[in-house]
């Protein structure tokens, strides 16, 4: 078991080298316009937790999660030669629903804002 600090190194180093990834050696057109938001690996760093999102939506999370889980292996050898570990964690790949939420409670903010402009004139 390793320390709560480690684990949350080794989760900056894994997002740093799989968004790099995601930008220069991921061909697969399910993963374009995906960008990694957050990774968790767990305390016996048996299993890593990547949080994902793209711009267009909940519309491509399937289809996004799909491809994840498609190229799993591949990511994970690849992870494996930049990030020295024993044995590297197995990826779980999740949707981050969070900038979604964010955008929309901007709009709702927005929306305020202008209902409080119109009132004051």
Same mark, same amino acid.
């Given at each position: 078991?390793?320390? @709560?600090? !480690?684990?949350?190194?080794?989760? /900056?180093? &894994? #997002?740093? =080298?799989?968004? =790099?990834?995601?930008?220069? $050696?991921?061909?697969?057109?399910? *993963?374009?316009? &995906?960008?990694?938001?957050? +990774? !968790?690996? $767990? !305390?016996?760093?048996?299993?890593?937790? +990547?949080? &994902?999102?793209?711009? @267009?939506?909940? #519309?491509? @999370?399937?289809?996004? *999660? =799909?491809?994840?889980?498609?190229?799993?292996?591949? *990511?994970?050898? /690849?992870?494996? #030669?930049? &990030?020295? *570990?024993?044995?590297?964690?197995?990826? #779980?790949?999740?949707? $981050?629903?969070?900038? =979604?939420?964010?955008?929309?409670? $901007?709009?709702?903010i927005d929306s305020l804002n202008q209902d409080n402009k119109d009132d004051d004139k």
């Open positions: 078991m390793v320390s @709560e600090e !480690r684990s949350s190194r080794i989760a /900056q180093r &894994v #997002k740093e =080298e799989l968004s =790099e990834m995601m930008l220069f $050696d991921i061909t697969d057109p399910r *993963l374009s316009g &995906v960008f990694i938001t957050h +990774v !968790r690996v $767990d !305390r016996e760093l048996a299993f890593a937790s +990547v949080f &994902v999102s793209c711009l @267009e939506g909940l #519309k491509r @999370e399937k289809e996004i *999660l =799909e491809g994840f889980a498609h190229a799993s292996g591949y *990511l994970r050898r /690849q992870l494996a #030669k930049s &990030v020295q *570990l024993r044995s590297f964690p197995k990826l #779980k790949f999740y949707w $981050d629903p969070i900038p =979604e939420n964010a955008e929309r409670i $901007d709009k709702l």
